[in-house]
């Protein structure tokens, strides 16, 4: 496992509010009643993550759909670099009111809007505890765990988390809180994890090779024990919205997501106006683009780049 200044980023949890109810949602987005962060809360969070030296995220569920995004925005770069700052968001038909806000805030974007059939999830419901008899293959799996070798710490209502699923876990079941959001936080190593680790990490099935399902399914892959815990507590439940897991491993789950295809995600930027371009960290950073009209291709556009660059040469 990694130490959380080694991540990429830390993701700040604005609302598991969302516009989807895909499969397998790392938030559990469409299980319960959605949270906001509220004002003091962010400003908390801001406030913790001053001197971190990688990327701070504004995520969700979906962030535009908070109430304050804008004025959280404002708040986030009186105190943290815009070079520093990341939306993850499926840009939503109807807010394309704060395509300025998110060029003048954000130096990356990532964009995801879930509507292709060959973006899987894993089953994050299904838990390593009932899979592994081994305690020991069980944590050794666990400690190898690629989602927290790969993504991010976080912080939601619930404190500060060494990685999102925990984060996301600690309120689907209601589970102890996370660390006080302070200044420094973030130099917790792996040692200082063991706490969260034991009571969220045998919940979860990242850190398996479990078959994974399409996000536009809609239904969550759920382990015995798990559903158990979620029984009059999630609505998805209560809405047959599930399957219950075998407990089978795979030898080659599906892949998750084509995240390189940047093509299609300058597609689902041109319904707010935006263009992407590549940044020198390896991100995408978002600019207003209104030169591109709404019925012009992403390959048309390409095209013209390309032509145009041609003659400035």
Known sequence: MRAIVDMDTVQVELTNACIN???????????????????EQFKEAIDSM???????GFMGGEPLLHPQFE??????????????????TSLPKGLEKYREVICNTFNHIFINDHSRGDIYHCPILVGAEEVYEDKKEMFFAIDHCWLQNAWSASINPKGAFF????????????????WPVE?????????????QIEEYCPKCGAALP?????????????????????????????????????????????????YKDLLWRRKVAQRFGLWLSPNQQGFLTPFISKSIPQTKT????????YHASEAKC
């Open 163 to 178: 990685c999102e699923i925990a984060a996301s876990m600690s309120v689907l079941f209601d589970g102890p809180r996370g």
């Open 71 to 88: 004025k959280f925005c404002e708040i986030a770069l009186e105190k943290i670099p815009k070079a520093q700052l990341g939306l993850w």
């Open 50 to 56: 001053v001197g971190f030296p990688k990327m701070v």
């Open 21 to 39: 109810t895909c499969s397998n949602c790392t938030r559990f987005c469409g299980h319960q009643s959605p949270f906001f962060l509220s004002e």
């Open 210 to 258: 479990l078959p994974r399902r399409a996000s536009i399914e809609r239904v969550d892959d759920i382990s015995p024990k798990n559903l158990e815990r979620l029984k009059e507590r999630s609505k998805k439940v209560e809405n047959k919205l599930y399957k219950v897991s075998n407990l089978k491993l795979t030898k080659i789950p599906e892949q998750m997501a084509a």
């Open 183 to 195: 200044p420094g936080w973030w130099w917790a190593t792996p040692k200082d994890f063991k706490e």
């Open 298 to 305: 992403i390959f048309e556009q390409c095209k013209e780049d």
